[in-house]
């Protein structure tokens, strides 16, 4: 399984990116996946999760900026970010949860400044 993430990059606050994750080497459709973020001196956190049928899960804060989504067909994960704010800064990170275990892409850096 192989996870590639794509899309960071630096914007103003208030801007928005769009986040890609590219899985191969395995079934995407039945796998719960994910968005975790690590910013400097601070533990990775979840930051919003998709499951197989489609539920959402969002940290509180990013409710209501942030938007995750999975393409099937296209064995892609998604994460909508609008509203950006300075604290939102941060490596962000594609995981999936397959039946041969967990695994993380390589993180895609997202810097907001102010």
């Known amino acids: 399984v192989q996870l590639v993430e794509s899309g960071g990059g630096l914007v103003q606050a208030g801007g928005s990116l769009r986040l890609s994750c590219a899985a191969s080497?395995?079934?995407?459709?039945?796998?719960?996946m994910g968005w975790y973020r690590q910013a400097p001196g601070k533990e990775r956190e979840l930051v919003a999760a998709?499951?197989?049928?489609?539920?959402?899960y969002y940290a509180d804060s990013v409710k209501g900026r942030f938007s995750i989504s999975r393409d099937n067909a296209k064995n892609m994960l998604y994460l909508q970010m609008n509203s950006l704010k300075p604290e939102d800064t941060a490596m962000y990170y594609c995981?999936?949860?397959?039946?041969?275990?967990?695994?993380w892409g390589q993180g895609t850096q997202v810097t907001v400044s102010s």
């Open positions: 995981a999936g949860e397959y039946p041969t275990g967990d695994y």
């Open positions: 080497g395995s079934i995407f459709s039945i796998n719960g």
């Open positions: 998709i499951s197989s049928g489609g539920g959402t």
